[in-house]
């Protein structure tokens, strides 16, 4: 088990002399041998050895029977242990989520939390098993290429020693050393659908190949070198097609099927943190050869318009556009910071526009009868056929800060400044909103 361990973290470059480690203990098998393992090697590494132990308080006695075991294990192994105790099933209820997932989400919670107060490595016990149950489940629910990587080996500051070792090598390790650990009953229930794919699906699977977890690691690994090869080729397709305002579908429609399906991936993901499914892609990929608009989700909308894909939130998460207030010459606009040249006639920069409008004009959003002068053509139009030849997406226009008197506009957000309120220099920019 050792050298399986050992060779993992150097194929993976999980270690650095000198580093702290933070174990995640449950009192399992898994992370019971993890704890002893690095005990075993800290002086190899140098390491300083912590512990963590989060009490989800779901199982009563059970839960607490942990906690104690935990605790006693890591003085016979003089390690320190830090644990916390959270109501999880009083707060899933809470979140209106699953207590499992409420769980994950108070454990990593708590890690993260000792990462940044030691300066520490969470080393997290999931095994090859974990990555096959991983894999089988998201083949399951029908997963994109990035579901088939599995659980990857390391992630930022966490790290997973054993990921190569399957559940049969921690417990046969566990019997030659007389390693006790504890057993969570749910586990050994079918409840779960994880349970589920562990006693069932995955000893017919071992029948037909005893090394299957190990084939699964292999195989999840590959797909993480055609994940990571696809999101760099994605990325850089992206940055290609990017505009002011969103995606050039000509450009978008040129690339290979598989590209334009990761591009849409990332671009959901980074956007609205919303990781779109199949049917979802499919529809964007439409909207993008044909145009049209499509809800993806309750608060996101996907539009082709005009030859430019973009994303928008269908709710307006921006905030009431009222009254400024000037502070020097910044002024605080709703949810809108404005660096300006111009504020008011006792403004000393005031010659910087036309006398006519100085101490008239006001920040405000578009009205109906605006009307814009280009600075260079001196052509005078209505503002929204301005937005509109500007390509400016519709769902923002109404929300776009105006500078103006009665219908005259002499700047428009993400438009610039008219004729009106040209500066001394031509290249200068009047007003900036941060």
Request: aromatic share 6%.
């Amino acid at each position: 088990m050792n050298n399986i361990v050992i060779s993992t973290i150097e194929k993976y470059s999980m270690l650095e002399i000198g580093d702290s480690i933070i174990v995640a203990l449950s009192g399992g098998a898994d992370s019971v041998s993890l704890l002893h393992i690095f005990v075993s090697i800290k002086d190899t590494y140098q390491l300083n050895v912590y512990a963590a132990h989060l009490n989800h308080n779901i199982r009563g006695q059970e839960a607490k029977r942990d906690e104690d075991y935990c605790r006693n294990i890591c003085e016979s192994l003089n390690v320190k242990l830090f644990i916390k105790s959270v109501d999880v099933p009083k707060l899933s209820k809470e979140q209106k989520i699953s207590e499992e997932l409420c769980g994950r989400n108070e454990r990593y919670k708590f890690f993260e939390e000792l990462s940044q107060s030691l300066n520490a490595k969470i080393a997290t016990a999931h095994t090859a098993s974990d990555n096959a149950e991983t894999l089988i489940f998201n083949l399951s629910r029908g997963s994109a290429l990035k579901g088939m990587t599995g659980i990857p080996p390391k992630r930022g500051n966490i790290i997973r020693p054993l990921i190569c070792a399957t559940r049969a090598d921690i417990e046969n390790y566990c019997k030659n050393r007389g390693i006790k650990f504890v057993t969570d009953s749910s586990n050994l229930s079918d409840d779960y659908t994880r349970n589920k794919i562990r006693h069932r699906i995955i000893p017919e699977l071992k029948s037909l190949n005893p090394q299957f977890e190990k084939a699964i690691c292999n195989l999840s690994e590959n797909f993480r070198e055609v994940s990571d090869f696809m999101n760099r080729e994605s990325e850089e397709a992206i940055d290609n097609c990017k505009l002011k305002f969103g995606y050039d579908c000509k450009k978008l429609i040129l690339l290979d099927r598989a590209v334009l399906k990761n591009c849409l991936v990332m671009m959901c993901r980074n956007f609205a943190d919303f990781i779109p499914e199949n049917k979802h892609i499919d529809l964007m990929i439409s909207i993008i050869e044909n145009g049209g608009s499509v809800n993806l989700n309750n608060s996101l909308l996907a539009i082709s318009k005009q030859g430019i894909f973009r994303l928008a939130l269908t709710e307006n998460n921006l905030c009431e556009i009222s009254d400024y207030l000037k502070i020097n010459n910044t002024l605080l606009f709703g949810n809108k910071i404005i660096n300006t040249v111009v504020i008011d006639a006792d403004n000393n920069n005031c010659n910087s526009i036309s006398s006519d409008y100085v101490g008239r004009a006001e920040f405000r959003t578009r009205r109906a009868g605006d009307k814009f002068t280009y600075r260079y053509r001196k052509v005078t139009k209505p503002l929204r056929k301005v937005l509109g030849e500007m390509k400016i997406p519709s769902e923002i226009r109404d929300n776009l800060l105006v500078l103006a008197v009665d219908s005259t506009v002499l700047w428009c957000e993400n438009v610039g400044v008219s004729a009106q309120a040209k500066n001394n220099s031509l290249d200068e920019i009047l007003i900036e909103v941060v």
